[in-house]
């Protein structure tokens, strides 16, 4: 069984500073993909990042940074000078490789999101 | 615009009704998904598809069924079956090794009266 925690229930930073949501996952597949996704107030899923497995290097994105250790089984997000706009409910998620390499065909396991609010 | 559409947006059930959610896409998407999410929680998932006429259980399938006649819909009926349907339901697509995961939509929101 496949299981991810995000035990950051909720966080409140004030604007610009840095802020790291924490991801541990369990899996038992050695083919596997991670995902964040972030949930403004209006409902949506906003795709952020996806990474397989095999490939552990960390991935920068403007304000937003990804560090993934196998070791560790964690895939932690960190968002660098927050902005207002950046609150939002943020969840990780994991499926494993199967069939289809990268679509999840089998569906997402997600953890229970952390709640960030960026103060101004 | 390429995209995952639900309908309504929000929808109010009677005791014992039957309801179904909308879902279509224009993606040109093999994989489709339900998955229900309640306050504080994550997404979980009722039903996936894979391909047209074909579709596999989640966790959470009680109380829930679908149907995938065309590659482009996804219906899925709430039936009074599910003794707690008050939930966000949000239905997502995808390709194989797409890169991008899995597309979702702006959710539906179900209350029961």
């Known amino acids: 069984a496949q299981k991810v925690t995000q035990a950051q229930t909720e966080i409140s930073v004030v604007e610009k500073e840095d802020v790291t949501l924490d991801c541990v996952y369990e899996t038992r597949d050695t083919t596997y993909y991670l995902f964040w996704y972030k949930q403004p107030p209006s409902g949506e899923l906003v795709f952020l990042i996806r990474?397989?497995?095999?490939?552990?290097q960390n991935e920068i994105s403007g304000r937003y940074s990804w560090n993934f250790q196998k070791s560790t089984s964690s895939f932690n997000f960190t968002i660098t000078a927050s902005q207002v706009v950046d609150s939002a409910v943020y969840f990780c998620a994991l499926t494993q490789g199967g069939m289809y390499s990268g679509g999840g065909a089998d569906g997402l396991t997600f953890g229970k999101g952390t709640h960030l609010i960026i103060q101004p | 615009d390429g995209g995952i559409t639900q309908s309504p947006k929000y929808l109010f059930r009677k005791e014992g009704q039957n309801v179904t959610l909308s879902c279509e896409q224009n993606?040109?998407?093999?994989?489709m998904y339900w998955y229900r999410q309640d306050p504080g929680q994550g997404l979980r998932l009722i039903y996936y598809?894979?391909?047209?006429?074909?579709?596999q259980k989640g966790d959470i399938a009680e109380g829930y069924s679908v149907s995938r006649e065309k590659k482009e819909s996804f219906p899925l009926t709430v039936t009074s079956a599910q003794k707690n349907p008050t939930a966000f339901y949000l239905c997502?697509?995808?390709?194989?090794?797409?890169?991008?995961?899995?597309?979702f939509g702006d959710g539906t929101r179900l209350s029961i009266l």
């Open positions: 990474r397989n497995s095999f490939d552990e």
């Open positions: 598809s894979q391909i047209v006429n074909d579709f």
């Open positions: 993606l040109n998407h093999d994989a």
């Open positions: 997502a697509s995808s390709i194989p090794a797409s890169p991008r995961a899995q597309h």
